[in-house]
């Protein structure tokens, strides 16, 4: 079975670009999580879609934005990057929503942004 | 405010030894918690649970403790193998209106498995 696929693994970026992350949910996964990981902050939830809907939200400003597709698969955005916005981002996804009948979550090897 | 704290940033013991990872807590509505192991370039991966109703849960090499009055919880690796050297991470949920969840995460604690 795969795993969680998360793409493209690097990103460099300049400030006030956009970019698209993409993150492939294992085969029967409806829930999609994303976080932000930085040394300083540890694992920072961004948001989490299930079933095409935004379910829950973490405390990151508008620029931070995502989506869900029919077949479980999911983007984040980024817009106007800052040079903060520099982390590991990680998906993760479970069957139902997080903490549902104690599912634990899968998570993907991430993608290293880098904003210059 | 960090809710989940993992005091030791840095753990070294010895191969065969038992390693203790802690994680204290602040919300006493948490009643889910989590360890995580991760290797470097690799995403987590999810190592063992406990619901708030139990106080211990065992999985082969791997025991996690809950400490409910104290807002403690830890983890046992015996015996310790050099395979187990990765960053541990303790994570916590409540249940929030709707039924919403979110996984509230420590910063991590660096376990170094000498041979």
């Known amino acids: 079975k795969a795993g969680v696929t998360q793409t493209p693994r690097y990103l460099i970026k300049t400030r006030g670009q956009q970019v698209t992350l993409s993150c492939s949910p294992i085969?029967?996964?409806?829930?999609v999580s994303w976080y932000q990981q930085t040394p300083g902050q540890g694992l920072q939830f961004l948001f989490e879609y299930f079933s095409e809907t935004q379910r829950n939200k973490g405390n990151f400003p508008g620029r931070f934005s995502g989506r869900q597709f029919s077949n479980s698969r999911s983007e984040m955005n980024v817009s106007t990057l800052e040079l903060g916005d520099s982390a590991l981002y990680l998906c993760?996804?479970?069957?139902?929503?997080?903490?549902?009948?104690?599912?634990?979550?899968?998570f993907g090897d991430g993608t290293r942004l880098s904003i210059l | 405010d960090q809710q989940v704290k993992q005091n030791s940033p840095s753990l070294s013991v010895q191969e065969g030894r038992i390693s203790i990872l802690n994680c204290d807590y602040t919300n006493s509505m948490f009643d889910y918690f989590l360890w995580y192991k991760k290797y470097p370039a690799e995403g987590p991966t999810f190592l063992i649970s406990?619901?708030?109703i139990k106080d211990k849960n065992e999985d082969g090499r791997f025991t996690v403790f809950l400490n409910k009055s104290a807002k403690h919880l830890s983890l046992h690796i015996v015996p310790s193998q050099p395979g187990d050297s990765a960053v541990y991470f303790c994570?916590?949920?409540?249940?929030?209106?709707?039924?919403?969840?979110?996984?509230?995460w420590g910063l991590g604690t660096s376990l170094a498995v000498n041979p």
């Open positions: 406990i619901s708030s």
């Open positions: 993760a996804s479970s069957l139902g929503l997080v903490g549902s009948n104690n599912q634990p979550q899968h």
């Open positions: 994570a916590a949920s409540a249940s929030h209106a709707g039924n919403n969840r979110k996984l509230i």
């Open positions: 085969s029967g996964h409806r829930s």
